[in-house]
């Protein structure tokens, strides 16, 4: 079956959170529905029931003081667009729990450190940590923009769906191994992350349901729509500039 070529202005139902006029798909589960608001870049706020989930906020990308409060925030590497401990303060609350990265933990006071492989049960979510690193992409010789076992992708569970949001990362072994995923969030930001041969290899390897490339800067999404044609992965494109 050809790749289901959504574009970035179908909305599939009404967003749970548009004050800031920020895209919404929203995601059927057995536990609700789960909206998925597109801040930008890295970014993302996940509503499940009552509870609010950003990822990576910056506020480069958002008023956070006009945004709902997190319950959980999720911060994949210490990299300034991905870490803004302004953002977080602004957007955090009483009991708000801050999960992140080894090398995170040490600007955020109170938070919760993920190393690649724990899983943790956090206000009712499944947290699965993913590593997050290249393996070609080099700040220079054999300096990695994002060496290996520090970055944090994450599966998070809402229902019987499982969400894979990558971080900064490449088509790495790890990422192929993952089962089971409705909706994935690849990076596709060049020279930092992959490029779109990479991202349709992991996604190939993986198969999610649904995938969404983020964090793609000046990339030409076209390129993994053609790629990703004639498999059953729907590839939705959203402003995730």
Known sequence: MATKMILSLVLLALPAFAGEGFETDVIKTSGGD????????????????????HIDPWS???????????D???????????????AIQTI??????VVVNKTSAGRLRGSRVMKNGEVKNILGIKIEA?????????????????????????????????????GDTENITEIKRLTDIHC????MNLPYTMTPEMVADAAVGFKPKILYPYHFGETD???ILELLNDTEIEVRIRKMR
């Open 34 to 53: 789960l909206h998925i608001t597109f801040i930008g870049h890295g970014t993302l706020m996940f509503s499940f029931g009552e509870k609010v989930v």
């Open 60 to 70: 480069k990308l958002a008023d956070y003081s006009k945004m709902p409060k997190a």
């Open 72 to 86: 959980l925030i999720l911060i994949t590497h210490e990299h300034a667009d991905h870490l803004d401990p302004g």
């Open 92 to 97: 955090r609350k009483e009991g708000t729990e």
């Open 130 to 166: 993913v590593p997050a690193y290249n393996i070609v992409h080099m700040r220079s010789e054999g300096q990695p923009f994002h060496p290996k076992g520090n970055g944090n992708g994450y599966v998070l569970t809402f229902g019987d769906k499982r969400i894979y949001v990558a």
């Open 184 to 187: 994935a969030f690849l990076p």
């Open 221 to 223: 999404t076209s390129r």
